[in-house]
């Protein structure tokens, strides 16, 4: 192959920003250290630019797409995840800590589409067979669809691909495929980029869904290149606290479906079980008749999730007193101290304030604040909550509870877990009428809300 023009330049291997000269600290993600010198071939560009331009501009009803697109990967979580199924021709990044379980999630994605007669690849650059063997025997029977490759260099899986024309592709993973015509070493920023790049035109180019693992830094963000996350369709990460069993896996970007919805998943002896009933799963081993504990309801894409959330406000020693928060925003927590203190002259100044939500899951939502909120007054009061109360909505600076989106979904989930009470906000209550077998209770402001649960 003829070489292109070299030059070299300079990335982050934090986040993938290119300078032409070595900088100290990076401008894009403000880490020190992290530029590294790589040479970068200018011909490859160029190529691509060419191969696209040989089709020419087409009109959208001249394309042909069919409705059953989607291939199913009979991992009901892993599908909804997705958006609906692996849509060929796909690029999906899976990132994760290591050891969270991202090679027995896809090596049971591939028993599962392999059972289906689906011809599935999986490329390993990190494992040999018979490490591979000895995880596949945990998981179970596999059938001879599924074919295994232990390979790095992506010229060899390049061919492989082409000789053998699999259906679904794993790539385990893209940290340590390199590229001959990179100098720089498996896991640089350029060589990561131009894998992907050469994968990407592989799945695009022979309609080849392809999954690419990839690992995480200790900042959460897949190692090196945010450059990664732009070039492929979707990205999945797999999350969970190590010591839990269960995992989450996030969409944080999707080109074919939603990226609010989760999986949750749970790593037993035999491999990763799905679990069909989150809430559930999040309120085994509640504790009973404890202050300081309520449940609430989070909307994580269509589906409602029932959560404990636990606060602990103790008098502090310090001059400055400890606040913390695990699962959520610390600066939500703070903004509902300032809110009781303000509104219910609650004086929470020298006290210790803890907050958790049960389960190491975190969320984003507004609509626990009015749980966080009582659970602190719970705290505070050392007075428990009916464990057999929920409580959900948004509570603003003036200490008024807000609406919240799908109430009645929520209402429908405490019902179904057997919640016979609901704190919620007042118009939401206005809007779903009566529940049979629910008492609700609507409140307009935190006041109201403190009252229902003395
Ligand atoms: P792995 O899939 O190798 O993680 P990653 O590819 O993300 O680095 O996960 C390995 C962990 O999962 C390891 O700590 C052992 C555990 N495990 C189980 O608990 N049960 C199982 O059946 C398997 C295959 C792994
Ligand atoms: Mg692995």
């Given at each position: 192959m003829a070489k292109g023009k070299t030059s070299t330049v300079y990335f982050c291997q934090s986040c993938g920003y290119e300078s032409p000269?070595?900088?100290?600290?990076?401008?894009?993600?403000?880490?020190?250290?992290?530029?590294?010198?790589?040479?970068?071939?200018k011909k490859s560009t160029a190529k691509v630019h060419e191969r696209r331009a040989a089709g020419g501009p087409v009109c959208l009803s001249s394309i042909e797409t069919k409705e059953e697109?989607?291939?199913?990967?009979?991992?009901?979580?892993?599908?909804?995840?997705?958006?609906?199924?692996?849509?060929?021709?796909?690029?999906?990044?899976?990132?994760?800590?290591p050891g969270i379980g991202k090679s027995t999630l896809l090596l049971q994605v591939c028993q599962k589409l392999a059972d289906d007669g689906h011809e599935v690849l999986y490329i390993s650059g990190e494992e040999s067979l018979k490490q591979i063997k000895l995880r596949a025997e945990r998981i179970g029977q596999f059938s001879d669809k599924l074919r295994l490759f232990c390979e790095t260099n992506l010229e060899l899986i390049g061919d492989?691909?082409?000789?053998?024309?699999?259906?679904?592709?794993?790539?385990?993973?893209?940290?340590?495929?390199?590229?001959e015509d990179v100098s720089s070493a498996p896991g640089s920023v350029s060589q990561v980029r131009e894998s992907t790049s050469?994968?990407?035109?592989?799945?695009?180019?022979l309609g080849i869904s392809i999954?690419?693992?990839?690992?995480?830094?200790?900042e959460g963000t897949v190692a090196g290149p945010r450059v990664l996350e732009h070039m492929v369709d979707t990205v999945l990460y797999f999350e969970g606290d190590r010591h839990a069993s269960y995992r989450i896996l996030r969409a944080v970007k999707n080109r074919f479906g939603s990226t609010n919805e989760i999986g949750v998943f749970e790593m037993r002896e035999s491999g990763l079980a799905e679990v069909e009933n989150p809430s559930q799963f999040m309120l085994n081993g509640r504790p009973e008749e404890a202050s300081g504990s309520i449940v609430a309801c989070s909307m994580e894409g269509?589906?409602?999730?029932?959560?404990?959330?636990?606060?602990?406000?103790?008098?502090?020693?310090?001059?400055?007193?400890?606040?913390?928060?695990?699962?959520?925003?610390?600066?939500?927590?703070?903004?509902?101290?300032?809110?009781?203190?303000?509104?219910?002259?609650?004086?929470?100044?020298?006290?210790?304030?803890?907050?958790?939500?049960?389960?190491?899951?975190?969320?984003?939502?507004?609509?626990?604040?009015?749980?966080?909120?009582?659970?602190?007054?719970?705290?505070?009061?050392d007075q428990a909550i009916d464990e057999k109360v929920l409580a959900f909505g948004e509570v603003g600076l003036s200490g008024e509870v807000r609406a919240v989106s799908q109430a009645a979904q929520r209402?429908?989930?405490?019902?179904?877990?057997?919640?016979?009470?609901?704190?919620?906000?007042?118009?939401c209550r206005e809007q779903i009428?009566?529940?049979?077998?629910?008492?609700?209770?609507?409140?307009?402001?935190?006041?109201?809300?403190?009252?229902?649960?003395s």
């Open positions: 000269k070595w900088m100290g600290q990076c401008p894009g993600c403000r880490e020190w250290n992290t530029f590294v010198e790589e040479t970068v071939e697109d989607r291939v199913t990967t009979r991992m009901q979580e892993l599908d909804r995840v997705l958006g609906g199924g692996i849509v060929p021709g796909s690029l999906v990044l899976v990132g994760g800590d492989t691909i082409r000789n053998n024309k699999p259906e679904v592709v794993i790539i385990d993973s893209i940290q340590t495929m390199y590229n050469v994968l990407m035109q592989l799945a695009k180019g999954f690419i693992v990839g690992h995480v830094t200790k269509t589906r409602p999730i029932l959560l404990e959330i636990q606060a602990l406000v103790a008098r502090s020693q310090l001059a400055m007193p400890r606040r913390t928060a695990a699962g959520m925003d610390y600066n939500r927590v703070n903004l509902l101290l300032a809110v009781l203190e303000k509104r219910l002259n609650l004086h929470l100044s020298g006290s210790d304030v803890y907050v958790n939500i049960a389960g190491g899951i975190r969320i984003n939502e507004p609509a626990i604040d009015l749980g966080v909120v009582l659970a602190i007054v719970s705290s505070s009061r209402v429908q989930e405490a019902k179904k877990l057997g919640f016979t009470t609901v704190i919620l906000p007042e118009v009428g009566d529940v049979k077998g629910v008492r609700l209770i609507g409140v307009r402001s935190v006041g109201d809300a403190v009252r229902a649960i």
